[in-house]
């Protein structure tokens, strides 16, 4: 992608030319939680990657992300989660470095990160954090990008961070990267679990054993019930192919989806993404606040949401 030809000089010389045009200093977003609904393997890539076919929904639940203009060139981050690291290890940190290189601003921001996604859960936390910090360095600096240029920069920071940006409910495809965006579910009550496990995306990939011939899973199926609203359908054809790998490696989370399996209030339970959470479609947002309220004697995280439209949302 070539640099965006925007003013290049001293950091406070720029806001001094933005707000002659009525720019803005700072930018709050809310920054979505992401579930799977149906997540297939195809095959590791040459490169390393691991080709799939998923069908994204976004959540309710999400992060508070607010962007700052600074009178300098550095990049600060302030999170009150002392698990999220605030240097160049932290997905937002790194959004804003490659923004700032793709086109050509010489500028520096505060990222406040107001933490309500577990992390590292399934649930691409740390990539909604880094789509929110793309989409909102775009809307600060008035740099006018399409979502298209916009995904393709968020593609280098994650395979997630492309819907992220979209939001609402889409097939992925390739590593999840070329989506087609469907009509998503209208509120649908979601009941989100962790067991207190936080499992990256490497080791639940790394116990998948993708040698031997299986049948596949087509994610058209899926895709249609979400189209139609057929939460039934959706419900019988939920389906991710790293459960197998992740309950081998940590049992913890078999025994959570198995629980809430038998939740009488639900149509059924997936484990989103690489885990470790485990998701339940509700019948009524009470019922998810209750068998939340329930469970917390048994896991530490429990979280009653619904589905969503929206990946990002200003707020």
């Given at each position: ?204 990939y790394q116990g998948l054993n993708l040698r031997f011939s299986r049948q596949l899973r087509d994610v058209k199926v899926s895709a249609r019930y979400v189209r139609e609203s057929n939460l039934e359908g959706v419900s019988q054809s939920l389906y991710n192919c ?42 009524s947002d009470m019922e998810s606040v209750k068998s939340s309220e329930a469970l917390k004697s048994k896991f530490p995280i429990c979280i009653a949401t619904h589905t969503s439209p929206f990946g990002l949302e200003i707020a």
């Amino acid at each position: 992608m070539q640099s965006h030809p925007l003013v290049t000089q001293s950091r406070c010389q720029q806001i001094s030319v933005l707000l002659v045009g009525g720019a803005i200093d700072s930018i709050n977003i809310h920054a979505h939680a992401k579930i799977n609904l149906h997540l297939e393997v195809i095959r590791k890539r040459a490169d390393g990657y691991h080709e799939i076919e998923t069908l994204f929904h976004s959540l309710a639940l999400h992060d508070d992300v607010e962007i700052i203009k600074r009178c300098d060139a550095e990049i600060r981050i302030d999170c009150y989660d002392a698990r999220i690291p605030l240097d160049k290890r932290n997905l937002a940190y790194q959004a804003v470095d490659l923004f700032c290189q793709q086109v050509s601003i010489g500028c520096g921001v505060d990222i406040k990160i107001k933490k309500r996604i577990p992390v590292a859960s399934g649930l691409a936390g740390g990539s909604a954090d880094a789509a929110a910090v793309l989409q909102g360095m775009n809307k600060l600096f008035e740099v006018g990008l399409g979502l298209e240029d916009l995904k393709k920069i968020g593609l280098k920071l994650g395979a997630d961070v492309p819907f992220c940006l979209t939001g609402g409910a889409a097939v992925g495809r390739g590593v999840g990267e070329v989506l087609t965006t469907i009509s998503p579910l209208e509120n649908v009550p979601i009941l989100l679990v962790n067991p207190g496990l936080e499992i990256s995306s490497a080791s639940a990939y790394q116990g998948l054993n993708l040698r031997f011939s299986r049948q596949l899973r087509d994610v058209k199926v899926s895709a249609r019930y979400v189209r139609e609203s057929n939460l039934e359908g959706v419900s019988q054809s939920l389906y991710n192919c790293l459960e197998s790998s992740v309950f081998q490696f940590y049992p913890a989370v078999s025994i959570l989806r198995n629980e809430l399996d038998c939740l009488p209030e639900s149509y059924g339970s997936l484990m989103s993404g690489s885990g470790a959470t485990v998701f339940a479609m509700m019948y009524s947002d009470m019922e998810s606040v209750k068998s939340s309220e329930a469970l917390k004697s048994k896991f530490p995280i429990c979280i009653a949401t619904h589905t969503s439209p929206f990946g990002l949302e200003i707020a």
